[in-house]
C-alpha cells in the first residue's frame, strides 16, 4: 500500500521557515518523480515544485522561486520542501504527491497523495 506522509506544518510569522517532510512508503520511492502541491481554501491545488528520482528539480513555480527548496533523500524515502522567506499567501494545506505524468507546459497528473500538513503565515 502506498503511503505519504507529511509532517513539519505549523504557525509562522512572515519572513519565517518552515521545512516539510513527507515519508513515503509502500513503493519504490527512488524510481519516481515526487512534487509538493499546495491548496489555500476556495482556491484551486497548485502545483509548487517537481524532482525527479535522481533528486534533479524539474519545475518550481514562480511565486515561491528563491525562496522554496525541494530535495529528497532516496535512502530514508523522505521527500523535502524547505520554504524560506514565508508570505501570508503561502498559507495553504501542503501535500506532497507521486508523480503519474509529468510535462513541463502539457498535463501533469500524481496518483497518490498524503492527507497534507497545514502551513499557516500569520503575523
Known amino acids: 500500500e502506498v503511503q505519504l506522509v507529511e509532517s513539519g506544518g505549523g504557525v509562522v510569522q512572515p519572513g519565517g521557515s518552515l521545512r516539510l517532510a513527507c515519508a513515503a512508503s509502500g513503493f519504490s520511492f527512488g524510481s519516481y518523480a515526487m512534487t509538493w502541491v499546495r491548496q489555500a481554501p476556495g482556491k484551486d491545488p497548485e502545483w509548487i515544485s517537481v524532482i525527479n528520482f535522481r533528486g534533479e528539480p524539474l519545475y518550481t513555480t514562480d511565486s515561491v522561486k528563491g525562496r522554496f527548496t525541494i530535495s529528497r533523500d532516496n535512502d530514508k524515502n523522505i521527500l523535502y520542501l524547505q520554504m524560506d522567506s514565508l508570505k501570508l499567501e503561502d498559507t495553504a494545506q501542503y501535500y506532497c504527491?507521486?508523480?503519474?505524468?509529468?510535462?513541463?507546459?502539457?498535463?501533469?497528473?500524481?496518483?497518490?497523495r498524503g492527507q497534507g500538513t497545514q502551513v499557516t503565515v500569520s503575523s
Open positions: 504527491a507521486r508523480v503519474s505524468l509529468w510535462a513541463l507546459t502539457g498535463s501533469r497528473e500524481y496518483d497518490y
